[in-house]
């Protein structure tokens, strides 16, 4: 019998956005965009074009940029959304608009204020405008699993009969459990007349820490043929459902599911490392796939069986979904081809020669400060490489802090505002505080410290460490992430990432909180 395709349709750009400081600039945004092509995802959600200018001129430059997959807006079903996502997807090679709007009563009523008739009639004139500009459509009723089923089934026979060509039923706020909610998916394409006209969808959050199990069970049970998700499970709450589980469960368990995905799982873990260098947000040790690990037996029972037969303990092999058997690739002999090929091998292009030159000048200068360069080195040289191509406002220049048991730790701070050199210096309670301090004395952000985190990049006592700081002022909340074998280098760096973010009036925009 033949298989079945699943489209992934990834959100990381857009609901993976919706995380706490999560928000991207319009280059990340393409970087992950590219990066999801290389994957080969089918439908890349690049934004809210009408959320802000900011997410508008990045779907258009998503769109400009990749060309073997569908890029999509979101839009709430209104027609300025609509109109200013079809604007935003003009360059694309392929492209969709995204529809929403709220189906349960609860929505309806208390945020909507509207009647079930005035959102079935908004609905439809939605679709109308919609397929003015594109042929694929897809349509989203908002918190549609806690909607009343009867009035469901009307909603979306009239949105297909108006011409949407994918149908998605977003479990809004994770409030599902896998078997009703495959069940609703399998009756709403049963009792709908004309629901073989279109695709149907999941979009499930991770609220009960269900995601991948209800999307599974809505393609399974439900008959689903496209799953919404981001990678690492990034989004706003407990996050959605995490692509590399779905890519994965179907691909191991193709004896059960019986589906086929495009996916490329080499560049799976290529993919999450971007993203969570990007974006902040660690990935746990023992995260499915892409955590440290997730291929790592500690068990001597387990250790004994994965050597005589890999497949006594593993499901999957490590190298199938982008680890590298050879971790160890570079040291500081090495040279610009060495590093080039390097790169090549982990699926990683660089945009021009100046590119490829800024990030060999950080691999030689972190070969001087560690003996051994691991992929995990390389994927953040990189990040910081292309982070540091903005006019930032804030530049680490150097750092010296001294501490001392039974003395209070000091830290003094170079650094570059708007292109001018200032120094200065603080106390704190730590040398990690004494540093933050001291870029205070001459930022004054008035920002509030939310989050602080640190991440051994790689292992051994000569990794580079990976610190995160999320910053709020003024309801913005921003990340920002620096590497460096110096834990309180990188400290400094994180930090001034995160005040560049404040400082950038291009980087302002309002998520679309409400959205599915």
């Known amino acids: 019998m033949a298989m079945d395709k699943l489209i992934i349709f990834d959100t990381t750009l857009r609901d993976g956005e919706q995380s706490p400081g999560a928000s991207m600039s319009k280059d990340e945004k393409v970087r992950i965009a590219r990066q999801l092509e290389r994957l080969h995802v089918d ?7 009408a959320s802000s200018p900011g997410d508008f001129a990045a779907i258009q430059a998503v769109a400009a940029a990749v060309k073997d997959a569908t890029i999509c807006s979101l839009a709430r079903a209104n027609e300025y959304d609509i109109t200013q996502a079809a604007k935003a997807l003009e360059g694309a090679n392929s492209k969709r608009i995204h529809t929403f ?8 009523e208390k945020k909507l204020r509207m009647t079930p008739e005035q959102v079935m009639e908004q609905a439809i004139a939605s679709i109308r405008l ?26 979306l026979e009239a949105v297909i009969r108006e011409g949407a060509t994918t149908i998605n039923v977003p479990d809004t706020v994770g409030y599902a459990v896998p078997e009703l909610y495959g069940q609703f998916i399998l009756d709403l394409r049963q009792k709908i007349p004309n629901s073989d006209k279109a695709i149907w969808s999941v979009h499930c959050h991770n609220d009960l820490g269900l995601g991948v199990a209800n999307s599974l069970a809505g393609i399974h049970i439900g008959g689903a ?13 407990a996050g959605n459902t995490s692509l590399e589980e779905i890519v994965m469960a179907v691909k191991t368990r193709r004896d059960f599911y019986n589906l086929q995905v495009g996916i490329d799982a080499t560049q799976i873990v290529s993919s999450s490392k971007m993203v969570s260098q990007i974006t902040g947000f660690v990935v746990q040790p023992n995260k499915a796939v892409v955590g440290a690990n997730a291929f790592a037996h500690a068990s001597g029972i ?7 037969a890999r ?10 979904v982008g680890w590298s058997a050879n971790k160890i690739v570079l040291g500081k002999l090495s040279g610009r081809n060495a590093f080039k090929q390097r790169l ?8 021009s020669e100046v590119d490829l030159n800024a990030a060999f000048t950080r691999f030689k ?12 080195d390389i994927m953040s040289i990189l990040s910081n490489s292309q982070q540091q191509q903005g006019a930032d406002f804030y530049r680490f220049v150097s750092l010296s802090q001294h501490s001392e048991t039974g003395e209070v730790p000091r830290a003094k701070i170079v650094l570059q505002m708007g292109g001018i050199e200032q120094s200065s210096s603080s106390e704190g309670n730590g040398p990690v505080d004494a540093t933050l301090n001291a870029i205070e004395v001459q930022a004054q952000s008035g920002a509030e410290l939310l989050l602080y985190s640190v991440n051994a990049i790689t292992a051994g006592t000569q990794s580079q460490g990976e610190v995160t700081v999320r910053l709020t002022r003024a309801g913005r909340v921003v990340n920002g992430v620096g590497t460096d074998p110096d834990i309180v280098a990188a400290s400094a760096k994180a930090y001034l990432a995160a005040l560049n973010r404040l400082h950038d009036p291009a980087g302002e925009k309002i998520n679309a909180q409400m959205a599915p």
């Open 365 to 376: 200068s972190l070969a001087d400060q560690k003996s051994e360069i691991f992929d995990e």
């Open 311 to 320: 497949d006594t303990y593993e499901i999957m092999r490590a190298e199938d």
């Open 101 to 108: 709007i709220a189906t349960s009563a609860l929505h309806m």
């Open 302 to 308: 387990h250790q004994d069986g994965v050597l005589k």
């Open 344 to 351: 090549q091998e982990l699926g990683v292009s660089m945009d």
């Open 130 to 155: 919609a397929r003015q500009f594109t042929d694929d459509i897809e349509f989203s009723p908002e918190d549609g699993y806690r909607s009343d089923p009867e009035f469901l089934y009307r909603v």
């Open 225 to 237: 043929r496209q799953v919404e998700c981001t990678i690492n499970g990034l989004g706003e709450r």
């Open 43 to 49: 439908v890349i959600e690049a934004g809210f074009a």
